[in-house]
C-alpha cells in the first residue's frame, strides 16, 4: 500500500497577482447555501537554481468557506479576504517595490482533475494554501517543495 508521507510547500516572494473574488454554492447534503473566497494569487521568485538565476512567477489557489463545520468564522476564509482586500500586488503597485512580501509555508501540490465539456479528463497539479502572511524579517525568496512518499503495510 503507498500511503503519502509529506507534500509540503514554501514559497518566499513579491505578490505579483490577485485574481480572488467572493461566491458561493448549495451544499448538496444540505442544500444550504455557502459563502466562500476563492481564486488564486501569484508568486514572483528570484532564486537560483543549479547555479542560474530564474524568475518564476508561481500561481497559488486559494479557497475556503466563510464557517467551519462547527459555524465559526473559518480562519482560512479570514486569510483569504485579508489577503484579497489588504494586500499589494505588482500589478496594483505598477511595480516591485511597492508590492508586498510575502511568506506561504503550509502549501501543498495537490492534483486538479475535471471533465472539460468535451467529456476529456483535464488534469494537472497545482499549489493549494489557505495561509498567508506578510514577509517579516529576513527575507529569502525561494519556492521549495517536498513531496516524499513510503510504502507501509496494515494490519
Do not use: C, W
Amino acid at each position: 500500500m503507498l500511503r503519502q508521507a509529506e507534500n509540503k510547500v514554501r514559497i518566499e516572494g513579491i505578490l505579483s497577482e490577485i485574481n480572488l473574488k467572493y461566491g458561493s454554492y448549495v451544499n448538496k447534503n444540505t442544500g444550504a447555501t455557502v459563502d466562500n473566497v476563492g481564486g488564486n494569487i501569484k508568486v514572483l521568485v528570484h532564486q537560483v537554481i543549479n547555479g542560474e538565476e530564474v524568475t518564476l512567477d508561481i500561481p497559488v489557489y486559494m479557497f475556503a468557506s466563510k464557517y467551519t463545520n462547527a459555524g465559526k468564522l473559518n480562519p482560512a476564509y479570514e486569510s483569504i479576504e485579508t489577503v484579497m482586500n489588504s494586500y499589494v500586488s505588482i500589478a496594483a503597485a505598477g511595480g516591485e517595490a511597492g508590492a508586498d512580501k510575502i511568506r506561504i509555508t503550509n502549501a501543498n501540490i495537490r492534483m486538479n482533475e475535471y471533465y472539460n465539456q468535451q467529456g476529456q479528463l483535464v488534469s494537472f497539479p497545482r499549489v493549494n494554501a489557505s495561509f498567508v502572511q506578510k514577509a517579516t524579517g529576513d527575507f529569502r525568496p525561494e519556492a521549495s517543495s517536498v513531496r516524499s512518499f513510503f510504502y507501509g503495510f496494515r494490519y
